[in-house]
């Protein structure tokens, strides 16, 4: 019997490094923990190693570590994105879960995979930041980019046993978030709170902001050109509300292979870990209600710009998508923070992306990390100059 694979989780205190904890514990005798990462959230970090006995814990600055509590013996402590890229590239690791939000574990992840790691990878930032360095990377370390976020795990699923050029088109479906039948005047005065209420999905922050200005099938459309090796217009989004289609893709002889399965991101989590072989997960299944009434619609362009700028950005390539996703990060959290209205969110993006000029296709890693610094000092520029929203 093969001993089981080593596995660092990049992002082990937040919603989908848990969800992989979770799926691991089940499994002992396929995987083990071997280093897990995070930003600061030390208690919660300390928790996981003495259940999971790691060889590395890492912390992005040494300022977070008092909460660590009492560690393992066999536990090291490591920091910054030098501790992350010893955890990612170890030799006991096989598997590196990329969940780290942002983009900062960008050089940890590319030396993991260059160094024959496979990737696990959930932070789609990542790819859309920079696609092109890291699909390099995987390729020269015969390493493999095996997708979490659970449209792409979909068409992940789809496309084994079939050849690329019979596709014909990739449909990401998205569930339209919680403003799909709002007004745009709704929308304007909508809360922190509301935004955050994603009707079938639990994720960070973040991200369900993002879902709620479809700038996440915006960042998931550029995330697929990279995986699945497409131009951006063989790439179409759907709305369905039910979540339960999580993505199809459609052949050039007519036919849909879909994926289908409750919204519960263990699944795809695992069939990453796993890959070719699937886990008997022992997880709720489709509920026979759960097929009735499904809806499938085209994404209102008007309501929700933040589509149109991503296909753009992606049709420019270079640094476009590294530039739009460091604007958009830096809005979402000037509006978590109260700073700006929901609607500004798009507006800042577009406008740091209509200024920048350098369009240029990226020489080296450090021109993409350039770009992405530079894009969030203009949008934190913009956001300065804004009117902070009564409330
Ligand atoms: N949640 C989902 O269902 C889902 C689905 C598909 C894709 N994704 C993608 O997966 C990634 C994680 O999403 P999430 O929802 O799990 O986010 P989350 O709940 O906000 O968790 C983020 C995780 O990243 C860690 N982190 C952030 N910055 C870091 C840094 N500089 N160094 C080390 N660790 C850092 C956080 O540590 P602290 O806790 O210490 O802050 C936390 O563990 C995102 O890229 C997201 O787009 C998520």
Redesign the pocket.
């Known amino acids: 019997m093969r001993p089981p694979r080593g596995v660092a989780v990049?992002?082990?205190?937040?919603?989908?490094?848990r969800s992989a904890l979770d799926v691991i514990a089940r499994f002992p005798g396929k995987f083990r923990v071997t280093a897990l990462?995070?930003?600061?959230?030390a208690k919660?970090?300390g928790e996981q190693a003495r259940r999971f006995s790691p060889f590395i814990v890492?912390l992005?600055e040494e300022r977070y570590a008092g909460d660590l509590g009492r560690l393992p013996s066999r536990t090291r402590v490591v920091f910054g994105e030098k501790g992350?890229t010893e955890a990612a590239c170890s030799d006991s690791t096989g598997i590196v879960l990329a969940?780290?939000?942002?983009v900062?574990?960008i050089r940890p992840v590319i030396a993991a995979a260059t160094r024959g790691k496979r990737i696990a990878l959930?932070?789609?930032?990542l790819l859309v930041m920079a696609g092109r360095f890291l699909v390099k990377a995987a390729r020269s370390g015969g390493s493999e980019i095996i997708p979490?976020?659970?449209e792409h795990s979909a068409v992940f699923q789809s496309i084994q046993g079939h050849r690329r050029e019979d596709i014909l088109r990739v449909i990401l479906t998205a569930s339209g978030g919680p403003f799909r039948n709002s007004t745009l005047r709704a929308m304007r005065d909508a809360t922190v709170t509301q935004a955050l209420g994603h009707p079938t999905?639990r994720?960070?922050?973040?991200?369900t902001v993002d879902s709620a200005t479809l700038m996440n099938k915006g960042l998931e459309v550029i995330e697929a050109t990279w995986l699945f090796g497409l131009p951006p217009s063989k790439i179409d989004v759907l709305i369905h509300p039910q979540s339960v289609v999580h993505s199809m893709v459609e052949y050039i002889d007519g036919s849909l292979i879909a994926q289908l399965g409750v919204p519960d991101?263990r699944i795809p989590i695992g069939y990453a870990l796993s890959w070719p072989e699937r886990l008997p997960l022992e997880l709720p299944r489709l509920a026979r209600h759960r097929m009735d009434g499904w809806i499938f619609e085209p994404p209102d362009r008007k309501r929700f710009p933040a589509l149109a700028l991503a296909y753009a950005a992606a049709e420019s390539g270079g640094t476009a998508p590294a530039v739009m996703n460091a604007a958009n990060e830096a809005a979402v959290g000037a509006f978590l923070s109260g700073r700006i209205r929901f609607t500004e969110i798009v507006g800042i993006v577009g406008n740091v992306l209509a200024g920048w000029r350098r369009k240029s296709r990226p020489v080296t890693l450090s021109d993409v990390i350039r770009a992405d610094t530079e894009a969030r000092q203009d949008a934190e520029r913009r956001i300065s100059k804004m009117r902070t929203p009564e409330r």
């Open positions: 990049l992002g082990s205190t937040g919603s989908v490094g990462c995070a930003r600061r959230n919660r970090l890492c992005s992350m969940a780290a939000s942002g900062s574990s959930a932070n789609k930032e979490v976020d659970s999905w994720m960070g922050s973040k991200i991101m």
